[in-house]
């Protein structure tokens, strides 16, 4: 099973991205699938969750600009960025609680796609 991430990139201030995460493999099933990020110098945090149900959370920092969502047949998740602030550059990943087919659930995690907000 693997997460491919992609749709990082420079951006101006106020600009929009739209990030998506594929998972492929073997996959049974996936349960929550999230958006995290990590800027130079700080910790990991979670910006954005969706249950498989639709059911969605996000970081404080982010809320009114950014839409998580996903497509349960297509294994894939999805964060529009809108209003972009510098701040908000960092290096985005997906993760994602999966069960694999024959296995019971793990978590899994992209490999990360750069996001850069400035003028």
């Known amino acids: 099973v693997q997460l491919q991430a992609s749709g990082g990139g420079l951006v101006q201030p106020g600009g929009s991205l739209r990030l998506s995460c594929a998972a492929s493999?073997?996959?049974?099933?996936?349960?929550?699938m999230n958006w995290y990020r990590q800027a130079p110098g700080k910790q990991r945090e979670l910006v954005a969750a969706?249950?498989?149900?639709?059911?969605?959370n996000y970081a404080d920092s982010v809320k009114g600009r950014f839409t998580i969502s996903r497509d349960n047949a297509k294994n894939r998740v999805y964060l529009q960025m809108n209003s972009l602030k510098p701040e908000d550059t960092a290096v985005y990943y997906c993760n994602a609680d999966i069960k694999p087919a024959g296995l019971g659930y793990s978590d899994y995690w992209g490999q990360g796609t750069q996001v850069t907000v400035s003028s």
């Open positions: 493999g073997s996959i049974f099933i996936i349960n929550a």
């Open positions: 969706i249950t498989r149900g639709g059911n969605t």
